[in-house]
């Protein structure tokens, strides 16, 4: 039943690893081989990770598979980081037999209990006869609406049950209707206020790619000739005119994004959460402003910021809504001034002939790989130098953890977008510390032969934690300092990788342009300066109109993790 399922909602690709609770279901995995593809990870939680990254890149449901307990609750950092960035995840795990639920029987933990707060649906099988149903039901919930993870729990002893399958071809579920067409008077007062702006502002967010309507987004930038900014989720947009794009908002984003939201007279936020690291302090977020936020989840509508105009839909089909439109707008003048924010506040950074700038090798990255690739980065520094320096001009082509923060998460996601993406350059930027935390997944790649390539930016910190000690906390730098990293080349060339170790800014350049060329996977250890900051920064809770636009290199960092010989 479970496999027939698979089949009816056209599942591919399924990652996990097996245990004596899903054994059964591994067993007939075996009959269908030649159907699906199977991805044997080292930890569940890079199987999720893996999962979630596919899912990301391709808008298919990532589908995983692992057993009861352990296995189920390694998969709790993952099936987070789906929701926190409402990603469409089918996680089946087994369970203890139904006579044994309740008795504290090996490998038992009530992980429809534990993952409720962070599934959009779970649901724990009691019977066979409900099985066909519950599935239909875990992938239209998946996938519809606000998309998230859904997790199914599956005793053991309904792993041998028979009865007759019966797949839904429809599905009515009561308290479930998401509304998917906005409604027209809202999306009229929202045109008549672009009407009448002289300073309007698109934000796009990650409902924009997780809705597949990146292009539509163009199309609408383009018509009406309105700038654009992204939060961190909604990186690959492509204006045909390049002034229309503004970077990145929020607590790292460029200071003349940041400055269109402070001065815009009109915001249109399009599948956006207005979270607090793009917002700041909300009270004094888009002073100037009315919004308009279009979002197919109303209870997103309102929750962190006021709105004047709230759209609740699919912004497919409110995008092609507001195409329908037509008016004469000319915002000439407020593209102009911020051109002059733009060009007397450029994001930079200052080279050294010494020490690589870990900017330096993101902007070497962007430049030589190809437009299509997919960047998966990791949390922290790296992540935002990612969104910073690297010009994403594709949708889905951004994957990171940007509610949940998960270090780790680059990876295996990158091993889950490359599955995904055969024919398309996959590339995993992450940093010291996140990339320790599953490392084991370099033994993924070699066993698939994928060819992943993978930037290490080697800092010998947590970054980003160490620059807030730094700006924050006196130059306190409370167990930040990672100064006894291994060579993590070592490691993957002990594990079948390709890979380099460079540490001086003249190999940058050579080593991103073998690491493009390469046919097979392959690693670059970067060691990079550890006293590098990511500027522009809004403090926590600041106002984003007022970020700290510098700040001074710290000589004891240096000493901390390199030693007086690097200086």
Known sequence: MLFEAFKRERVEKIFGIPGGAIIHVYDELCSYENEMDFFLFRHEQGATHAADGYARSTGKPGVVLVTSGPGATNTVTGIATAYMDSVPLVVITGQVSTS??????FQEVDITGVSMPITKHNHLVTSVEELPQVLKE??????T???????????????????????????????????????????????????NSKKPLVIAGGGVNLSGTAHLLNQFLDKFGIPVVNTLMGHGLNPQDERLYLGGIGMHGSYYGNYAVVNADLIVALGVRFSDRITGDPKRFAPNAKIVHVDVDPAEIGKNVQVDVPVVGDLKNVLEEFLKFDFE??????????QKVKESHPLTYEKHEKFIKPQHVVEA??????????????????????????RFRNPRSFLCSGGLGTMGYALPAGIGAKIGNPHKEVLVIAGDGGFQM??????????????????????????????????????????????????????????????????????????????????????????????????????????????????????????????????
Not at 162 to 185: A, D, N, Q, S
Not at 329 to 338: F, G, M, P, Q
Not at 474 to 481: D, F, K, L, P, Q
């Open 438 to 567: 599953n490392i084991q997944e370099l033994m993924t790649i070699n066993r698939y032969k994928l060819p992943v390539k993978v930037i290490v930016l080697d800092n010998s910190a947590l970054g980003m934690v160490r620059q807030w000690q730094q700006l924050f906390f006196g130059c306190r730098y409370s167990a930040t300092v990672l100064n006894d990293n291994p060579d993590f080349a070592k490691i993957a060339e002990d594990v079948g990788i390709k890979a380099l170790r460079i540490r001086r800014p003249d190999d940058v350049e050579g080593a991103i342009d073998v690491l493009v060329h390469s046919k097979e996977p392959m690693l670059i250890h970067a060691l990079v300066d550890p006293r590098e900051n990511v500027i522009p920064m809004v403090p926590p809770g600041g106002d984003i109109g007022q970020p700290l636009l510098s700040a001074p290199y710290d000589k004891e960092i240096l000493q901390k993790t390199r030693g007086e010989q690097d200086e």
């Open 138 to 143: 875990a992938f239209h919930i998946a996938t």
């Open 329 to 338: 707008a000319d915002y000439s003048e407020w593209i102009e001034e911020l």
């Open 100 to 105: 044994a639920i309740g008795t504290d029987a």
């Open 365 to 390: 990255a962007s430049r030589y790989f190809p437009p299509d690739t997919v960047v998966a980065a990791d949390v922290g520094q790296n992540q935002m130098w990612v969104a910073q320096f690297y």
């Open 145 to 195: 609406g606000r998309p998230g993870p859904v997790l199914i729990d599956l005793p053991k002893s309904l792993q041998t049950a028979e009865g007759e399958f019966r797949y839904p071809r429809k599905l009515e579920i009561p308290g479930y209707k998401p509304t998917l067409v906005g409604h027209p008077r809202q999306i009229k007062r929202a045109v008549e206020l672009l009407k």
